[in-house]
């Protein structure tokens, strides 16, 4: 059976780390895959994750303008690293509710049966409307021309 990846974690090589102020050290920034470091990199997760919310169709519309309007605000300063922990944000914001929408209280495994994966289809359907709206903003992101280009060429420059 394969357990979750998070089990298995080693934050040692993990490429983010809680005690460095990314805004002050942008260099240190990794891009990395999908929506890692979302939850580390400070000063920008006190900045976006304050308004990440998706409880309700209702309140992902709120959250997720809020984080595109920081998105487009990095952009305009130059940010980039800002610009894509807030898509990171949207990414998530879609990522999580999609989780809830697909189990019921966002349980994927059961830790009391060797993480034996859970009944898919048992979620809130509200959080399918939740996730939608995350992920129209999310795929607005990263079609962004200017951000491509700033995130092309900072993987280029520093993976």
Same mark, same amino acid.
């Given at each position: 059976?394969?357990?979750?990846?998070?089990?298995?974690?080693?934050?040692?090589?993990?490429?983010?780390?809680?005690?460095?102020?990314?805004?002050?050290?942008?260099?240190?920034?990794?891009?990395?895959?999908?929506?890692?470091?979302?939850?580390?990199?400070?000063?920008?997760?006190?900045?976006?994750?304050?308004?990440?919310?998706? @409880?309700? /169709? *209702?309140?992902? !519309?709120?959250?997720? &303008?809020?984080?595109? #309007?920081?998105? +487009? %605000?990095?952009? =305009? $300063?130059?940010?980039?690293?800002?610009?894509?922990?807030?898509?990171?944000?949207?990414?998530?914001?879609?990522?999580?509710?999609?989780?809830?929408?697909?189990?019921?209280?966002?349980?994927?495994?059961?830790?009391?049966?060797?993480?034996?994966?859970?009944?898919?289809?048992?979620?809130?359907?509200? @959080?399918? /409307? *939740?996730?939608? !709206?995350?992920?129209? &903003?999310?795929?607005? #992101?990263?079609? +962004? %021309?200017?951000? =491509? $280009?700033?995130?092309?060429?900072?993987?280029?420059?520093?993976?």
């Amino acid at each position: 059976m394969q357990q979750p990846s998070y089990l298995n974690f080693d934050p040692d090589h993990y490429a983010w780390k809680p005690d460095i102020d990314y805004r002050e050290r942008p260099e240190l920034y990794r891009v990395g895959r999908g929506e890692q470091g979302v939850l580390i990199c400070e000063p920008y997760k006190s900045e976006i994750g304050q308004f990440w919310r998706f @409880k309700t /169709e *209702a309140i992902a !519309v709120e959250s997720s &303008e809020k984080i595109f #309007a920081l998105f +487009n %605000e990095y952009l =305009a $300063a130059g940010d980039f690293v800002g610009a894509d922990m807030a898509r990171k944000y949207l990414q998530m914001g879609y990522t999580r509710a999609r989780r809830y929408a697909n189990y019921k209280g966002g349980r994927k495994y059961d830790g009391q049966r060797d993480y034996a994966l859970l009944e898919r289809g048992t979620g809130d359907a509200e @959080k399918a /409307e *939740a996730a939608k !709206v995350f992920y129209a &903003e999310w795929k607005a #992101a990263e079609a +962004n %021309e200017v951000y =491509a $280009a700033m995130k092309e060429d900072w993987k280029h420059a520093r993976g």
